[in-house]
């Protein structure tokens, strides 16, 4: 079946430093959805990319869906204790139905003030 | 608007054990799912639904039942408890907009459950 992997597992940064979190699918994807979900909480949706090559950009959030449509980035610039959280990729593999995600491994984001 | 709500908040159960999570939502929602969220995991889909009275299958039904019998409530079942079943529980709805069904997902507040 499908997977859809993210890398780093966890990732550790001072404040004010950049953060980048990486999702590789085993297939192609039709879109591609990212979700934060703050320590206890749960999942919030971000962002959806759909278009080869989208690039999306939400104030230091930049979103990016590879060319290929099997992979997908989510740059954080600046970032501040309000990011701490995980962030999931979420992608819908382009040959099965539509209403199905399948959410990746995450990437659990603590800032060192 | 209330959103996804879910019953209960937290849970123990012992082996054996059956019961029910409600997660209800007061979007008028077309789609609804059931995941378990496990540590270093992520979620993992259990069993969804596209309408009233529709269910299917996700990534690991096993041991877990569901119904969908009004819109905006959807079950989730568990017949004979087990350790492995120790998780949080989301509940999530979307909608068809424009013709596309893939859209957001609202998650409710997640139901913990320990199994004995």
């Known amino acids: 079946g499908q997977q859809v992997m993210q890398i780093p597992q966890y990732q550790h940064v001072q404040e004010g430093e950049d953060f980048t979190t990486y999702c590789n699918s085993s297939?192609?994807?039709?879109?591609i959805q990212w979700y934060k979900q703050r320590p206890g909480g749960h999942p919030v949706f971000l962002i959806q990319?759909?278009?080869?090559?989208e690039v999306k950009k939400q104030k230091r959030l930049t979103f990016q869906f590879g060319e290929a449509k099997k992979n997908s980035s989510l740059h954080i610039t600046a970032t501040q204790t309000t990011d701490v959280g995980t962030y999931f990729c979420?992608?819908?593999?382009?040959?099965?139905?539509?209403?199905?995600?399948?959410f990746g491994t995450g990437t659990r984001l603590t800032i060192i003030p | 608007n209330a959103g996804v709500t879910q019953t209960p908040k937290f849970r123990v159960l012992k082996t054996g054990q059956s019961m029910t999570l409600l997660c209800a939502q007061d979007?008028?929602?077309?789609?609804m799912y059931w995941y378990r969220q496990d540590p270093g995991m992520g979620l993992r889909l259990i069993h969804y639904?596209?309408?009233?009275?529709?269910?299917a299958k996700g990534e690991v039904p096993d041991g877990y039942n569901v119904s969908r019998l009004k819109k905006q409530n959807f079950l989730l079942g568990l017949e004979s408890a087990a350790p492995s079943q120790t998780s949080v529980y989301f509940c999530a709805s979307s909608y068809i907009a424009g013709g596309r069904v893939w859209n957001e997902q609202f998650f409710g507040p997640g139901t913990r459950l320990t199994v004995l």
């Open positions: 639904s596209v309408g009233e009275g529709t269910t």
């Open positions: 990319l759909v278009k080869s090559g």
């Open positions: 979420a992608g819908r593999p382009s040959n099965f139905g539509n209403e199905k995600l399948t």
């Open positions: 297939t192609t994807l039709s879109n």
């Open positions: 979007m008028n929602h077309e789609y």
